[in-house]
């Protein structure tokens, strides 16, 4: 005995579950437009119904993420043992316990409901986190490349153009492929670390937002010795500590760590995003670079690296801010096609590409379609808000 | 012109031979090397006898000498023996390629003429809501990746309404089989083609010598056709040609998904089965296609665009 609800109710009752997200977004829309004159280029986003719609959808995935847990019914993992809910197609009763498996059920009937909530709180990590990190790797490599050209520029851009002209899947079953990356303890004397390939890569690429906050303190503040020593203090510690867990796994005090899968992909993902991070900052660079203001810091003698971080990159911050929206939908499509071939996270996991990797073969029978269809629809909504967002912000900025 | 394109050649070189080092480097770790032994010989085999038998196939010697061995061969045509069809890999790589080949082709003829369409129409009158409408719809195609829409259109096309199939076999090209294949990848790249083609267009449109053409009483549509459309294609021929790198992955999700045994289909298997001959043949390949395309980009941009100094 199956039991199941319509297709109407299916859509109210699925309204009606997000509920914190909802409420978010009103809160956040309408204090967004009370002080929208004090927002400089978000606040004009208003005026943009294109650049809203991406804003909502946006905000709708970031709420989501947020409140993943009062949101799904069911854990991620969670199955339910109540007959008829493998495969169950949408709008389900579960007879044991009343959960509706609003979006059905997939083959170890498991909410598909409950994992996309749980999914987005992973996608919403990894692509930004991954981008932001990307962005700190390219800026830091860009500006000088595009500010001094000469060799630098040549060699930088020679490497940015090989990994470009990888192409990115190969590169991505090369390096998380099991053999690759299994760490092997690697013996320092003081201390033993794990060595893979991945991590390594890992350790080269998140060293890069460390260097870049110190470098930015060492130029702002170099004749405020005592606040210069905090920010550099804090910087240090908070960073290293975050990269010994991080990169090493080895956080001394035991509270930061990832699964040797996320570094691997994390890595992956920030390779694979850098590059076009590099030659857009070095781009902006050498376009910015013939400005007065640059000129006028020059002549006042300010260090390359200040005229570089503190004049040159606040000026290309519009372009910049997005295409960083729109490179954060790249690097979820780039996670959703890791997951897709089976090389992202834990087979398990519901991040979206897992997900649809896991329906796929069930696509081909109209009931049991949804398992794929619904993360597949979930990807395309969040990176269609951020495309959008881009779209709107970008027409924005062009105003002025 | 020459020097140029003489120096764009020497990158290209310079490229390949760093790229096909990487590779080399990845596919030979000892990780590889260990499994390979063990499916190739015994799965229970000692470390003794793993040992011996890399020897013994010559995956001992120093890594530039394999590495040269490989690329002379490599340079001769001769890629060597594929350890999972049984074949000479340069066998099953023409073959394969074949096979994309044909996709490619029709992707090509579907996405071309359809992003330039629509990108002309759009940038033809900035603002219109023509504009506005197929703006927003090539960046809703541009935001979503092939194993989204491949799986919409299996399901609706397929699953429920039953017009297509959703297999492509190599054996039997017809319109049923090959639709959604191609559909799937066209409709990606079509919207950023078609959003650079509306920016390139729309800023020809505002250009002096468009205004001149029309103040001289010549129709809209003569001025679009005759005048405009030549300038503005420039930008989108560079973006075409680039697009190859980025198609390859689409090839491989395509052809996986819709189990089409074409040239992306056999990456899988020769990544999931070690088959590290085959796989440094397709990882060549593919990096002479990306590169060469990159470099017709160049060259063909500096062609078209006089205003380009090559220096």
């Known amino acids: 005995m199956v039991e199941t609800i319509g297709t109407g109710e299916i859509v109210i009752q699925s309204i009606a579950r997000f509920w914190p997200t909802w409420i978010a977004m009103a809160v956040t829309l309408s204090a967004g437009y009370l002080v929208r004159e004090r927002l400089g280029m978000f606040g004009r986003l208003y005026g943009s119904r294109i650049g809203m719609a991406g804003l909502a959808l946006v905000l709708f995935w970031v709420f989501t993420a947020i409140f993943a847990d009062q949101i799904a019914v069911m854990g991620p993992l969670e199955q339910s043992f109540t007959f008829g809910m493998k495969k169950a197609p949408p709008g389900t009763v579960d007879l044991k316990n009343g959960v509706v498996f609003l979006w059905g059920g997939d083959n170890l009937a498991r909410d598909v409901f409950s994992r996309i909530v749980h999914g987005s709180a992973i996608v919403l990590v990894i692509a930004p986190a991954a981008t932001l990190i990307a962005y700190m790797v390219g800026s830091t490599l860009g500006l000088p490349a595009g500010y001094y050209i000469g060799w630098i520029d040549t060699v930088m851009s020679f490497l940015a153009n090989l990994v470009l002209a990888f192409p990115v899947i190969l590169l991505f079953y090369l390096l998380v492929t099991p053999e690759v990356n299994r760490p092997v303890p690697v013996d320092l004397g003081f201390v033993t670390l794990p060595w893979s390939i991945p991590i390594g890569m890992a350790a080269f690429f998140f060293i890069f937002p460390i260097l870049f906050l110190s470098l930015m303190w060492f130029t702002k503040y170099e004749k405020d010795r005592t606040r210069l020593s905090l920010y550099l203090a804090v910087t240090l510690a908070v960073g290293l500590w975050l990269y010994s867990g991080l990169v090493f796994n080895a956080d001394p005090l035991g509270v930061v760590g990832m699964a040797p899968n996320e570094l691997n992909i994390f890595a992956a993902v920030i390779l694979g995003s850098s590059p076009g991070v590099f030659r857009i900052v070095r781009g902006l660079t050498m376009d910015i670079k013939t400005r007065d203001y640059v000129a006028a810091a020059q002549t006042r003698g300010e260090r390359p690296w200040y005229i570089m971080l503190w004049e040159i990159l606040p000026n290309a911050r519009g372009p910049l801010i997005v295409d960083f929206c729109l490179r954060i939908g790249y690097t979820t499509i780039l996670l959703g096609t890791l997951g897709f071939f089976g090389l992202g996270l834990q087979p398990e996991s519901p991040d979206w590409g897992s997900m649809i990797n896991h329906g796929r073969s069930f696509v081909r029978l109209a009931e049991t379609a949804h398992m794929s269809l619904f993360p597949a629809i979930a990807l395309m909504s969040l990176v269609l808000g951020l495309n959008l967002l881009a779209d709107g912000l970008r027409e924005e900025s062009l105003k002025d | ?311």
Do not use: C
């Open chain 2, 1 to 311: 012109m020459l020097m140029f394109i003489l120096r764009r050649i020497g990158t290209m070189l310079a490229t390949m031979v760093a790229l096909t080092l990487i590779v080399f480097y990845l596919v030979t770790l000892p990780g590889n090397l260990e499994k390979l032994a063990k499916t190739e010989g015994e799965m229970r085999m000692t470390d003794a006898e793993v040992e011996s038998w890399l020897e013994k196939e010559g995956f001992n010697r120093p890594f530039l000498v394999q590495y040269s061995e490989w690329i002379g061969n490599t340079v001769r045509g001769d890629m060597g023996w594929s350890r999972v069809f049984r074949k000479p890999v340069s066998e099953v790589i023409g073959e394969r390629l074949g096979y994309t080949g044909i996709l490619m082709f029709w992707v090509m003829a579907v996405m071309v003429p359809g992003a330039l369409l629509i990108g002309v129409l759009a940038g033809m009158k900035e603002g219109s809501g023509l504009d506005r409408t197929l703006t927003v719809g090539s960046v809703a195609s541009t935001s979503a990746p092939e194993y989204v829409t491949g799986i919409v259109f299996t399901v609706i096309f397929a699953s429920a309404l039953g017009w297509f199939k959703g297999v492509a076999s190599t054996r039997s090209i017809t319109f049923e089989n090959f639709t959604l294949p191609v559909m799937t990848m066209a409709i990606y790249g079509m919207g950023y083609i078609a959003r650079m083609t509306r920016a390139s267009m729309a800023e020809v449109m505002t250009s002096q010598y468009i205004r001149t053409a029309r103040l001289k009483g010549l129709g809209f549509r003569t001025v679009v056709v005759k005048h405009a459309l030549r300038n503005a294609l420039i930008a989108p021929f560079t973006v075409i040609m680039l697009q190859f790198p980025w198609l390859l992955t689409g090839v491989v999700i395509v052809e996986t998904m819709f189990n089409y045994k074409g040239f992306g289909f056999t990456l899988i298997e020769a990544a999931g089965n070690n088959d590290i001959n085959l796989l440094l043949a397709i990882s060549w390949v593919a990096v002479i296609v990306v590169l060469l395309t990159q470099l017709i980009s160049d060259i063909g941009y500096a062609y078209l665009n006089p205003r380009i100094r090559v220096s």
